[in-house]
């Protein structure tokens, strides 16, 4: 089974960190549908102090739509989540599902030709925000 998650470890603070992946995933056609702090859900509902992270759920329609036409039920792993974690004041570390999952979980042709696609273009998210200087 593939590994389920890509992931980079960025030498910048949370809050820059959260900025680029947000222009990043824009540069590659994503939209953020959702977004979960993390850190204050779990102060909040569990009185615990976590690190600074939040998921954020990006989607591409087209790929999304190609996605469900190839198997409707695939909808139970949309959106891409895209995880910002601090790791300390100077590190992040970004992670997104692998889309690589859904190949491994349908034998549909056309889904593997869009998990291909939306691996592609994550990793492309992650280039980007460790290539980039700042």
Do not use: H
């Not at 850190?39 to 992270?53: C, E």
């Not at 954020?56 to 329609?61: T, V």
């Not at 030709?113 to 939306?118: F, P």
């Amino acid at each position: 089974m593939p590994d389920y998650s890509l992931s980079t470890k960025v030498t910048r603070p949370y809050g820059e960190t959260v900025e680029a992946v947000r222009s990043a995933l824009a540069e590659q056609g994503f939209g953020v549908l959702t977004e979960i702090d993390l850190q204050a859900t779990l102060a909040a509902k569990l009185g615990v102090d976590v690190p600074a992270q939040v998921i954020l759920g990006a989607c591409r329609p087209p790929l999304a739509y190609q996605a469900l036409q190839a198997d409707p039920s695939i909808a139970v792993m949309l959106p891409c989540n895209v995880v910002v974690r601090a790791l300390d004041e100077t590190t992040s570390v970004v992670e997104a599902f692998n889309p690589d999952l859904m190949s491994a979980l349908s034998d549909t042709p056309e889904l593997r030709l869009v998990a291909q696609d939306a691996k592609d273009r994550l990793l492309a998210v992650l280039a980007a925000v460790t290539e980039e200087k700042r």
